[in-house]
């Protein structure tokens, strides 16, 4: 009995200050035990139902396979063509996305399909969005050729070892294949092949910068990692491509006010319908955090189940011709994105410091009961911090959907960068998860110069290692006192 009590003062902070409390009743005690256990039953039916849910979607979605051929940065393709019952059931391909350096999409490329004998099976040319898709009789081993002679001018392949590709079709799926176009490796020098990652490493950064602020800004407040934050910022990018491309089919810059709106006004009731409740029974911050986590799981596979696993692109501002100022080549979406970015951040930092709001959010985080001592709703302080935070996720999300694409996965694979970028800016603070952003986009671009760009977020990760192993608290963190 004395262990166990200590195991519980050990993982939470209220249980401590509980233990320490003269008016604790054994009603108090029996609320918390009714929360833990309905947290884990909750946890238990989130993962039935988020298996359930992968195991039908990937029935029905393309999937890529683990065949090394491929060589892949992120699977990308299309669905296969729907047609009756039973073709859906036999129908196999192979399926892709052809796009330049500049993210732009490649249009009128030939892709043709060969047997094991050598004999063509099929061919396709790559559309307007720069996908293409070859049906196939059967599954079985095939090789998909790039035919280098119909890329457009100044186009060609990155890594023309790669083509063409061998790759295994599994019967009854579509295979997505990439191949990587660009200038070459031979065709630019290595100066100015780093000013143009550099380029694209501050824009990538100012992207992560922009949705890792809202995640600090919760932790600052609440000291609640939440680890549902990933999936805030698919559900902004995927919103917005439901209003832009599906009905009602509104402009991408009206959508995605849609989209950010409806996100944040998710995110506040999250806050007043699910962890408000939470703390005012005093369940622990361990506790809380083990909940964010079912909560990721059953968002990111409602997102799959209602938008499949393909990835999908934005109606507007596909197809823009880059704008180059020497080594480097951005499209005037490009530019949007790093301007808008720069600006919302310069906006949160400015609200921050000069507005009571703002001031009000920084003395919660510093400390809440003082706050809450000299008048400060702390309750109305971290509703609107939970409210900024999705909003920002959101925005976040539709800018990365605009510049790559838009799928169902993308929150998660954000959310480590996100953390990275809290952790290496200084916990807890808006200012260090923006210089974390920016480093973490800096970092992951430039590697690619000399290593795979399948490794590119390894790197990022170990910059977080170095910069802690030479300054612990991080970047723009602060010493504190302990004991």
């Known amino acids: 009995m004395l262990f166990g ?64 051929t491929a060589q892949a940065d992120e699977p990308a393709g299309d669905e296969a063509t729907p047609g009756d019952d039973e073709a859906q059931e036999t129908e196999q391909g192979v399926t892709g996305t052809l796009r330049g350096d500049d993210d732009e999409p490649v249009e009128g490329v030939t892709i043709v399909v060969t047997d094991a004998s050598g004999a063509d099976v099929g061919e396709g040319e790559s559309d307007a969005d720069g996908r293409w898709e070859v049906p196939l009789p059967s599954g079985g081993t095939y090789t998909v050729e790039l035919d280098e002679g119909s890329l457009p001018e100044g186009v060609e392949l990155r890594n023309p070892d790669n083509n063409p590709l061998e790759v295994q079709v599994p019967g009854g799926r579509v295979r997505p294949v990439i191949f990587q176009l660009g200038e070459g490796d031979a065709g630019r020098g290595q100066g100015a092949a780093a000013v143009r990652a550099i380029a694209n490493g501050v824009k990538f950064g100012l992207i992560i910068a922009m949705a890792a602020v809202g995640l600090s800004l919760i932790f600052g407040t609440t000291g609640l990692i939440n680890f549902a934050h990933g999936e805030l910022v698919a559900m902004g990018a995927m919103l917005t491509w439901y209003f832009n491309v599906d009905d009602p089919q509104i402009q991408l810059i009206g959508a995605a006010a849609i989209g950010i709106a409806f996100t944040a006004a998710f995110g506040a009731g999250l806050e007043r319908g699910l962890f408000r409740p939470l703390r005012r029974r005093r369940v622990g911050l361990f506790q809380m955090l083990i909940i964010t986590i079912g909560l990721s799981l059953l968002l990111r596979h409602l997102l799959l189940l209602f938008f499949g696993g393909s990835p999908r692109t934005y109606r507007d501002y596909v197809g823009q011709t880059a704008l180059v100022w020497g080594p480097i080549s951005l499209t005037p979406r490009d530019l949007f994105i790093m301007g808008l970015s720069a600006l919302i951040l310069i906006g949160v930092a400015t609200m921050l410091q000069r507005t009571r709001m703002g001031k009000a959010i920084r003395a919660v985080a510093d400390n809440p009961a003082l706050a809450s001592a000299t008048g400060i709703d702390v309750d109305r302080v971290i509703l609107v911090v939970w409210t900024l935070g999705a909003g920002l996720a959101a925005s976040g999300g539709v800018l990365f959907g605009s510049a790559v694409s838009v799928d169902w996965f993308m929150g998660f694979r954000l959310l480590l960068l996100m953390f990275a970028a809290v952790i290496l800016g200084g916990i807890g603070t808006a200012y260090g998860a923006m210089v974390g952003g920016l480093v973490i986009g800096l970092v992951t671009e430039i590697s690619v110069l000399w290593f795979p760009s399948e490794l590119k977020y390894m790197w990022a990760l170990l910059a977080l290692i170095v910069v802690l192993l030479i300054r612990p608290r991080g970047i723009l963190g602060r010493r504190e006192r302990i004991g």
């Open 5 to 68: 009590r200590r195991i519980r003062l050990l993982f939470s902070p209220d249980a401590w200050r509980e233990s320490r409390s003269p008016r604790q009743t054994d009603g108090s005690h029996r609320i918390r035990a009714v929360v833990l256990r309905g947290a884990a039953s909750l946890l238990g039916v989130l993962f039935v139902l988020t298996t359930a849910f992968a195991a039908g979607a990937a029935a029905t979605e393309t999937s890529p396979s683990d065949d090394a």
